[in-house]
């Protein structure tokens, strides 16, 4: 043990990174679902877009207005998710890295 490092029982270190990185797992899935619910918009307007030879746009107006307004409403909230998941990815990053400087012993099985 080096001079500097505190006093912590092995497991309560193994524990700590464990914690994080299922902090960071969670961050990701929340990624997942930010991306997914960003790419419904854009295939629902591929889907319009590729039929709109069928229909009038004059004529389902009434249809597109509020369609498009939810799209949007998607696309806001995929990226919010996206970006959140992000900053927290970042956070627990600098939180592994910061255990790994303070605890050589578990530097050398954390990547």
């Not at 029982?9 to 990185?21: C, H």
């Not at 295939?43 to 107006?61: A, C, E, M």
């Amino acid at each position: 043990m080096q001079p500097n490092e505190p006093e912590c029982p092995d497991p309560i270190i193994i524990n700590e990174a464990q914690l994080i990185l299922a902090e960071k797992r969670t961050s990701l899935a929340a990624m997942r679902t930010g991306i997914a619910v960003f790419a419904l918009p854009m295939s629902v307007l591929s889907l319009l877009i590729v039929t709109s030879k069928f229909y009038n746009v004059v004529h389902v107006i009434h249809f597109i207005v509020p369609l498009v307004l939810l799209n949007l409403g998607l696309v806001a909230l995929g990226s919010y998710l996206v970006i959140r998941a992000v900053i927290h990815i970042r956070h627990y990053d600098r939180l592994m890295k910061s255990l790994k400087s303070k605890h050589s012993k578990v530097a050398e099985f954390i990547d």
